[in-house]
């Protein structure tokens, strides 16, 4: 079964720093998802990606397939980026082929 | 755009009564999952459905209940038997096996 390791599980940063959250997964995998959850609940898909690079806006997410590893970054840091985000990995087999972390809590302060 | 509706994105509910969860998509994707969230913890599966009709248990299905009458529907029903109902609800759906997930933007159950 995959694990996915999300770290930090917490972070507190100042408004505007460059931030870097990573996820580790031990079993190779198709695609992963990143998530954004804010307070209250609410989720919103960010990325599904299965190599490389994409972009969004300030929002920036990698993976490396061979070292098994992604990172979601995020430029310019504002607080309504306050947030949970979750890294899910998809490898097939079983119900739904999915992993989830267990989340990394943003907070950026003004 | 296509996506996936959960309502409502509160819901209260006194204990001891059962309580359905919607959830509607109409991306025209054969599977349909639910998951529940912990304070500190993953996303766990409590069931899944992977064709009309059709519907199995996950990791955590005790005390929950579901149906899959049409193909853009999939409630969830929390039951009087769950212990500890009280959480965060997503359901998420694909068209099938290696196909790209979309994920709802979740259901907090409160129970009192």
């Known amino acids: 079964k995959n694990e996915v390791e999300q770290s930090p599980q917490n972070l507190t940063a100042q408004e505007g720093e460059f931030i870097t959250i990573n996820c580790s997964y031990s079993?190779?995998?198709?695609?992963l998802h990143w998530l954004q959850q804010h307070p209250g609940g609410g989720i919103v898909s960010l990325f599904m990606?299965?190599?490389g690079k994409k972009k969004h806006g300030r929002l920036i997410a990698t993976i490396n397939i061979q070292e098994k590893h992604s990172s979601l970054h995020i430029t310019a840091s504002h607080p309504r980026d306050s947030a949970v985000y979750i890294c899910?990995?998809?490898?097939?087999?079983?119900?739904?082929?999915?992993?989830f972390g267990k989340g990394t809590h943003l907070i950026i302060q003004p | 755009d296509g996506g996936i509706t959960q309502s409502p994105k509160y819901l209260f509910r006194k204990e001891g009564q059962n309580v359905t969860l919607s959830c509607e998509q109409n991306?025209?994707?054969?599977?349909m999952y639910w998951y529940r969230q912990d304070p500190g913890q993953g996303l766990r599966l409590i069931y899944y459905?992977?064709?009309?009709?059709?519907?199995q248990k996950g990791d955590i299905a005790e005390g929950y209940s579901v149906s899959r009458e049409k193909k853009e529907s999939f409630p969830l029903t929390v039951t009087s038997a769950q212990k500890n109902p009280t959480a965060f609800y997503l359901c998420?759906?694909?068209?099938?096996?290696?196909?790209?997930?979309?994920f709802g933007s979740g259901t907090r159950l409160t129970v009192v």
């Open positions: 998420a759906s694909t068209p099938g096996q290696g196909g790209g997930y979309t």
């Open positions: 079993v190779g995998i198709s695609a």
């Open positions: 990606l299965s190599s």
């Open positions: 899910v990995a998809y490898s097939g087999g079983g119900a739904d082929g999915l992993t």
């Open positions: 991306l025209n994707h054969d599977a």
């Open positions: 459905s992977h064709i009309v009709n059709d519907f």
